[in-house]
Every structure is written in structure tokens, then in C-alpha cells.
């Protein structure tokens, strides 16, 4: 993630940020389901998913799906790349932390003392 905070930082500022910039539920069940896949590849952004597999993995509809992606989008808490046709779009989840900033991985530099 950043040098900032880690992943339960982003998600303790997400709901500080909810008392000012409230999402719906379905927003904040999209972003937390976002925030699990982006875990689970180790930050690889963009995460490429289709909208049938998040409907899916969140139990909304496809319209539902992308009615929350929209809200988030307009809120500051993501930004989608569409690739065009059927394929997945790609996501990058925003930060919470200093607002707007894309999460990303820091490479760790070698410990010179184990060379």
C-alpha cells in the first residue's frame, strides 16, 4: 500500500469520511469488496473485473453494480478504465487517507546487509 497507512488505515478513514461523504450501502459494499480484491493480488493495479463478477461476489445486479461503481467514481474513491467491448474494466482504488491518491505499493529496497 503507501508509506501512510496500510489497509485497515484506508478503511478506519473510509468511515471517517463517511460522516462527511456518505456513500449508499451498495456503494460501500462495492468499495469494500474492491478493497479485498486489491489484498488479494498484492496492490497489482488496476484490478481488471468484469461487472457479472462483481454482481456476483457482492450479491447485487449488474445495474446495481454499476449504479455504486458511478456513485464511487463521482465520490473520489476510484477511477475506472474501460478497455472497450466485453472486457473487464480496471479499477484503481483511490486513498482515503490524504483523499484522491491512488494506492499503490512501494517496492521494498534489498536489505544491504543481507548481500
Not at 1 to 6: F, K, P
Not at 16 to 22: L, T
Not at 88 to 110: N, Q, T
Request: charged share 20%.
Amino acid at each position: 500500500m503507501n508509506a501512510l497507512g496500510g489497509w485497515v488505515a484506508e478503511i478506519r478513514f473510509f468511515y471517517k469520511r463517511q460522516v462527511f461523504y456518505p456513500l449508499s450501502p451498495h456503494g460501500q459494499a462495492l468499495w469494500h469488496y474492491l478493497m479485498w480484491r486489491a489484498n488479494e493480488v498484492f496492490w497489482q493495479l488496476p484490478l481488471r473485473l468484469s461487472v457479472p463478477e462483481i454482481a456476483g461476489a457482492t450479491h447485487m445486479s449488474a445495474a446495481m453494480v454499476k449504479k455504486a461503481r458511478t456513485e464511487l467514481e463521482t465520490s473520489g474513491y476510484i477511477l475506472t478504465e474501460s478497455y472497450g467491448g466485453s472486457r473487464p474494466a480496471g479499477y484503481v482504488l483511490l486513498s482515503c487517507i490524504p483523499p484522491g491518491k491512488p494506492l499503490e505499493i512501494k517496492p521494498k529496497i534489498a536489505d544491504k546487509t543481507t548481500q
